[in-house]
């Protein structure tokens, strides 16, 4: 099983930045995939960006060109760094990982809380 750490959320105003790290531990050998989901309030789940251990990226319309996923495949990390952050990304961060690029983990991190304020 794979355990997951978030870290780096806050409370931001609108146009601010943060950035996001998880870390992975425990079977990490066949992690093919990492990835960032978040859940607003009310709202379900849903995938913000992922990438692969080849580096092959993908993001969700609504954060193109203002987040970028990044990894550390010695330390299996994965960074999000949000910029131009606006009140509609608020919400719960959650890190995932995956053996392959269609199938996740059922494991989540415990997740970071964003806040964007207007």
């Known amino acids: 099983q794979v355990q997951l750490v978030e870290s780096g959320g806050g409370l931001v105003q609108a146009g601010g930045s943060l950035r996001l790290s998880c870390t992975a531990s425990g079977n990490i050998e066949r992690i093919n995939r990492m990835g960032w989901f978040r859940q607003p309030p009310g709202k379900q789940r849903e995938l913000v960006a992922a990438i692969t251990s080849a580096g092959s990226t993908n993001y969700a319309d609504s954060v193109k060109g203002r987040f970028t996923i990044s990894k550390n495949n010695t330390k299996y990390s994965v960074y999000l760094q949000m910029n131009s952050l606006k009140p509609e990304d608020t919400a719960v961060y959650y890190c995932?990982?995956?053996?392959?690029?269609?199938?996740?983990?059922?494991?989540w991190g415990q997740g970071t809380q964003v806040t964007v304020s207007s």
């Open positions: 995932r990982s995956g053996p392959g690029p269609t199938l996740w983990y059922n494991s």
